[in-house]
């Protein structure tokens, strides 16, 4: 065989297996957009909630459908009107406007039906995986410019890590395992608005909602809400805002609302059980004792974390990472926290748990539940759970625009909340749906999925699905890595 005949038949070789796989990848396409949901049933399933779109007979489902698919095409930073009529060919402006600032469709019925399916896709799931599900209660910063949209001011905002021009929203997510979406939210109103009536007409809040209200107690109205709404789940999470908060945890006690709260290193208890009684008077002299006191001191938390023993930690595998087993240091013990209104003082089980980095990372936590019902990984495993909300607020916002609004009003800000919740719901869902097809598909490769079948031609298609499993293929290959490495070291 010449060269040139050599170079020619390569070339013929090379020709058919680039064919070959271009064939196999618009196959793998072509089968998994029969299969899919994502093309057609995502319009299915924002019909699911038509009767919510209807306002004075008028029904808003179009305009519903096209400003999802306009938050699941823009980027970060630009899913607002403007560009999501740019984005999407059948959208107008002013219907957006009018959809979203002024129509009456219900969003808050909205909320409670995506709440009520959230709890039912997970309670399937939770089938599978044999976990129990949580709901995580947490803050979200959104960063605004100027003083008239609704509830902005000058406030601590994580999402910049400082005090800043913001509007914050308590929200709650139902989480088992990694799926994990928002079901409920609630404005926080600071004082500078529910103190100034003008201001309030102006943003056209509702009369009932001008109360000023804790971030805790925003959340324990959503937790009432949602037990009402028939949502299930097996405890109550949330960081050390609300864990600190005695007057919600009392009510989640008196809810019989099992919960695993984190608290702050400074917090106190007593590590034994206190008796109080009225102090007798000493002398004569001075005002006669009236006010109870405790028998025992309290310790802060960071105090008693230097007392325990090496052996009192228990080592446990928590759950499964990209980066190997989430393995932490463990202990419990039963104390005691006091208001220091109430006669006795209320029996909790403390958690401390401790990543296994040279400089650990240290996590305080309070429960009502009995220490000896829970094991520590168990425990441990609660307390993990709360990284899955974080992720929701960084899909949301990252994938979603869930902070890229535009608007000013109450009604405006709930709307696009809602729609950016029902969007979450169906990503979700679609994660989970196709976890055997494919188990590395993220909250944006389900994203870019729905994007490929909605707006792709096959040929982009089979290019976007080529890139994509070659990425999850690097990512599997960094997994397998990451857990010999664990291995080797004899940790997992």
Not at 52 to 59: E, G, P, T, V, Y
Not at 123 to 144: F, M
Not at 248 to 256: A, E, F, I, S, T
Request: with cysteine.
């Amino acid at each position: 065989m010449s060269n040139l005949e050599a170079v020619i038949f390569l070339f013929i070789t090379v020709f058919i297996w680039i064919n070959f796989q271009m064939k196999s990848v618009k196959k793998t396409y072509q089968n998994f957009k029969n299969r899919s949901l994502s093309a057609s049933y995502i319009s299915i399933f924002v019909d699911l909630f038509k009767k919510r779109f209807i306002s004075h007979r008028f029904d808003n489902t179009n305009t519903a459908k096209n400003y999802i698919f306009g938050l699941l095409k823009c980027e970060k930073g630009k899913a607002n009107m403007e560009r999501i009529e740019e984005e999407i060919n059948t959208s107008e402006y002013q219907v957006y406007q009018q959809f979203i600032s002024n129509s009456n469709w219900d969003s808050e019925g909205l909320q409670s039906d995506i709440a009520l399916q959230s709890s039912q896709k997970l309670e399937t799931y939770k089938q599978k995986s044999k976990l129990p599900t949580g709901y995580i209660i947490d803050e979200s910063g959104h960063l605004k410019k100027g003083k008239f949209s609704v509830g902005v001011t000058r406030q601590y905002a994580g999402v910049s890590g400082k005090v800043d021009n913001s509007q914050v929203g308590v929200y709650s997510s139902l989480v088992n395992e990694k799926y994990a979406t928002i079901i409920n939210e609630r404005l926080f109103l600071p004082k500078s608005w529910t103190e100034d009536p003008n201001r309030c007409e102006k943003a056209k809040i509702p009369k009932s909602a001008i109360v000023y209200k804790t971030k805790p107690e925003l959340a324990y109205d959503m937790i009432v809400q949602d037990i009402e709404r028939g949502v299930k789940f097996d405890w109550i999470g949330g960081d050390g805002l609300y864990g600190h908060n005695t007057e919600l945890c009392n009510k989640l006690d008196d809810l019989k609302q099992f919960y695993v709260l984190d608290v702050h290193k400074d917090e106190t208890v007593y590590t034994e059980k206190p008796v109080f009684s009225v102090p007798q008077r000493k002398s004569k002299r001075g005002r006669k004792p009236k006010n109870i006191k405790a028998d025992k001191s309290t310790i802060r938390l960071d105090k008693l974390l230097i007392t325990i023993k090496p052996e009192q930690w228990k080592l446990e595998k928590i759950r499964d990472t990209t980066k190997g087993k989430l393995i932490l240091q463990v202990y419990t013990t039963t104390v005691w926290t006091w208001n220091k209104i109430e006669k006795e003082a209320r029996q909790k089980t403390l958690i401390i748990t401790k990543t296994t980095d040279k400089k650990p990372k240290v996590k305080y936590s309070l429960s009502n539940g009995l220490e000896e019902k829970y094991s520590h990984q168990e425990y441990a495993y609660f307390v993990s759970q709360r990284y899955w909300v974080e992720r929701t607020f960084d899909n949301a916002k990252n994938e979603l625009g869930m902070s890229d609004y535009q608007v000013r009003k109450w009604k405006s800000w709930h709307h696009h909340h809602s729609l950016v919740m029902l969007a979450s719901l169906f990503l979700m869902s679609e994660q989970i749906d196709k976890h055997s097809e494919i188990p590395l598909l993220s909250f944006r490769d389900a994203r870019i999925l729905v994007l490929v079948n909605l707006f792709a031609s096959e040929d982009e298609a089979a290019i976007i699905l080529k890139q994509m499993k070659k990425r999850h293929r690097k990512r599997k290959q960094a997994i397998d890595f990451s857990y010999k490495k664990q291995r080797d070291k004899g940790k997992c």
